[in-house]
């Protein structure tokens, strides 16, 4: 069965641009084999390294030693989002020690294992509810109980290896993990500080869909694919309040600022006071659990109404385009959270060392403006990587027309090579 495709009489399989597309989907995954076999010895060592240090973090936390949550929440957690601006989201994809857990319940997954289309329109949503519920315990729990700091941390890597199990792929990372959001909101649309030569792709060995539009694939398609989804654009709003609504919520529930910066909760144990204890100090009546909850959500909101108040004007009195607008908004909203997260996070410790305070709200703003540079230089290039990376196949498919037609097949060489393409759909 034929169907034209080009000018008068150009005629060739209906199916040649099926399998044109299915070639390059080879070529690439094997050119990821290649890239993964090329620096597995340094991956694998941070990764064996990440992961001895998380499984021994787990033991200090769940033996009892008091400083293991004010080590975990001080010091460990506040280099986790420089690292992924810094070196980037494919690397952290590679090395995560959770999403290694993850990768052992992908391997045991059936190959019929998928993502439901529902599950796919939540890629934002649900994460982010996630986070919020791990937020919400941490300051009614987590903060300073090292029992149950340390179920926490047991309990991400056993639920990346039972959804990916069941799922397939990176679903955990995808659709629940909730360090995976914060790291799309940090790292979407712009390129690693310092770039690493295989920093291209992170993807799986062995690619089951799990998602529609891969970061780990192609990272900048995929955040180009979502610009204009309003969860994306929802999520990435609220952040920034969310950030600063878990710091104010330590005011709210004692009275000044140094409730935070004493870090005297990093030794609180979780009891009955914290999660149902007076949840703010004028209002004493609303249970902590609450009262957290509350702050989160309402500052959150806060935030998304400012973003969006700030978008609208923007395209009432501008001329940019749409995209592009939406495009500056999220960058901007990315910079507002990382900036307000470096102005309180690891200060109980830091505070200690005379200095470094200093240092760090000198170095978080400077590789914040270095990573918004990245982000608002590209909408300016606008180089679409879609194109760049369906190039191959347009190659593949005038290759093949080319042999069928030295077997007799008539393609017309009359018609534009631009009016063929689009006509094949590849361009």
Not at 32 to 48: I, K, L, M, P
Not at 256 to 282: I, K, L, R
Request: proline share 6%; aromatic share 12%.
């Amino acid at each position: 069965m034929v169907r034209a495709i080009g000018g008068a009489g150009a005629e060739v399989p209906f199916d040649l641009r099926k399998e044109a597309r299915v070639r390059t989907m080879r070529q690439q995954h094997a050119a990821a084999r290649g890239n993964a076999s090329a620096d597995s010895v340094a991956v694998r060592r941070t990764r064996g390294v990440l992961a001895a240090g998380f499984a021994a973090l787990v033991v200090l936390c769940l033996s009892g030693v008091q400083l293991a949550p004010r080590a975990f929440w001080t010091l460990v957690v506040p280099l986790v989002p420089i690292g992924f601006v810094w070196f980037g989201f494919h690397a952290w994809r590679r090395v995560c020690p959770i999403g290694a857990a993850g990768a052992l319940g992908a391997s045991a997954a059936p190959r019929s294992a998928r993502v439901s289309p529902a599950w796919r329109l939540r890629m934002f949503w649900v994460p982010m509810v996630v986070l919020l519920i791990v937020l919400t315990g941490r300051l009614v729990a987590t903060n300073g109980d090292g029992l149950a700091l340390g179920a926490f941390l047991c309990a991400l890597p056993l639920a990346a290896y039972v959804v990916n199990r069941r799922f397939g792929g990176r679903a955990f990372c995808h659709y629940v993990c909730p360090v995976g959001v914060v790291e799309r909101i940090y790292t979407d649309g712009g390129a690693p500080v310092r770039p690493a030569a295989s920093d291209d792709n992170s993807q799986c060995g062995r690619c089951t869909g799990c998602a529609s539009s891969c970061p780990d694939i192609d990272q900048p398609r995929a955040s180009k694919k979502t610009r204009t989804d309003s969860s994306r654009r929802a999520v990435v709003y609220a952040f920034p309040g969310v950030v600063f609504g878990f710091y104010l919520y330590y005011l709210l529930r004692g009275g000044s600022w140094s409730a935070y910066f004493d870090g005297a909760w990093t030794a609180q144990p979780a009891t009955y006071e914290t999660w149902f204890g007076a949840g703010f100090f004028f209002a004493p009546s609303v249970p902590a659990v609450f009262a957290a909850a509350a702050t989160l959500v309402v500052c959150g909101g806060v935030s998304f109404l400012c973003f969006l108040a700030v978008e609208s004007g923007w395209r009432i009195v501008g001329t940019a385009p749409f995209t592009r607008v939406r495009a500056t908004m999220l960058a901007l909203a990315s910079f507002v959270a990382f900036n307000v997260f470096y102005l309180f996070a690891g200060a109980p410790t830091l505070r200690l060392v005379p200095g470094a305070s200093e240092v760090m709200w000198v170095l978080a703003p400077a590789v914040s403006l270095v990573v918004l540079g990245q982000r608002l230089q590209r909408l300016r290039t606008a180089v679409p990587t879609v194109s760049r990376r369906r190039l191959p196949v347009l190659a593949s498919a005038f290759s093949a027309t080319s042999k069928l037609s030295s077997k007799g097949s008539v393609l017309s060489t009359s018609a534009p090579v631009a009016t063929q393409s689009r006509s094949m759909g590849v361009v």
